[in-house]
């Protein structure tokens, strides 16, 4: 009945500088499928998931701080290599917390950006 996850969306506060994160830091593929919805966004492809960056000033999810906190709301992406995930994230002086040994059976390695947005790495 499901096929798999579609994209996920998160807020954004400044969508120059967020594309700058997700895409010249962390090297994300920009999709040109985005359509002009009125309102400062992009759209991301990561494998067979998308991610959609919104700008909405009236929205609730913004967390309020950049401080890493594994357990808070946050979303995963299956790294091939999270060696080389470490690699870039250091190239690009992005705070990391790196979990090798945690209670599941992937390497887990979690970061916020600028907005708050807390994102897992894991192999």
Excluded: C
Excluded at 22 to 46: C, M, N, T, V
Excluded at 48 to 55: A, D, G, S
Excluded at 70 to 95: T, Y
């Amino acid at each position: 009945m499901y096929e798999g996850l579609h994209h996920v969306s998160i807020l954004v506060t400044d969508i120059e500088r967020a594309k700058q994160f997700y895409g010249e830091k962390l090297g994300f593929e920009e999709s040109g499928e985005r359509p002009d919805f009125g309102f400062p966004g992009a759209w991301y492809q990561i494998g067979n998931t998308q991610l959609h960056l919104i700008v909405h000033e009236e929205g609730n999810t913004l967390r309020g701080t950049t401080e890493i906190d594994s357990r808070d709301g946050h979303f995963a992406i299956r790294a091939a290599d999270i060696h080389k995930v470490i690699e870039r994230l250091q190239e690009q002086n992005i705070k990391f917390v790196n979990k090798p040994n945690n209670k599941t059976d992937w390497h887990q390695v979690f970061i916020s950006d600028p907005d708050g947005n807390l994102i897992e790495f894991n192999k």
